[in-house]
């Protein structure tokens, strides 16, 4: 059964550092499959944070999070990190990981419709 259990969230201030965990069990990550972080903050639509195909090491990031987050995957541990530092109260959402099977080359293609598996997420807060 494929599961993706996300990890690592909490309260943190402004221009402190998270990293979050989606550990992957019922499918290896290095099987071609896009691995996406998406979030969603109350009363705003879900959106695309970071994503890496596991087949290479394309990645991308939202414009709102560029040289701050770092997506990485280790695959001895089957499991995705989403490294996220200078965090800002506009960071405070719920984080989710999703697993794509192989469909397009780069993870920047893939629609929400496209990520077939997603964790149950975990909750980041930055405040003061």
């Known amino acids: 059964q494929v599961q993706l259990v996300e990890s690592g969230g909490g309260l943190v201030q402004p221009g402190g550092s998270l990293r979050l965990s989606c550990a992957a069990s019922?499918?290896?990550?290095?099987?071609?499959?896009?691995i996406g972080w998406f979030r969603q903050a109350p009363g705003k639509e879900r959106e695309g944070v970071s994503c890496?195909?596991?087949?290479?090491?394309?990645?991308y990031y939202a414009d709102s999070v560029k040289g701050r987050f770092t997506i990485s995957r280790d695959n001895a541990k089957n499991t995705v990190y989403l490294q996220m530092n200078s965090l800002k109260p506009e960071d405070t959402a719920v984080y989710y990981c999703?697993?794509?099977?192989?469909?397009?080359?780069?993870?920047?293609?893939?629609?929400?419709?496209?990520?077939?598996?997603w964790g149950q997420g975990t909750q980041v807060t930055v405040s003061s």
């Open positions: 999703a697993a794509g099977p192989p469909r397009y080359r780069y993870c920047s293609n893939y629609r929400f419709s496209d990520y077939d598996y």
């Open positions: 019922g499918f290896t990550l290095d099987d071609s499959y896009a």
């Open positions: 890496i195909s596991s087949g290479d090491v394309r990645t």
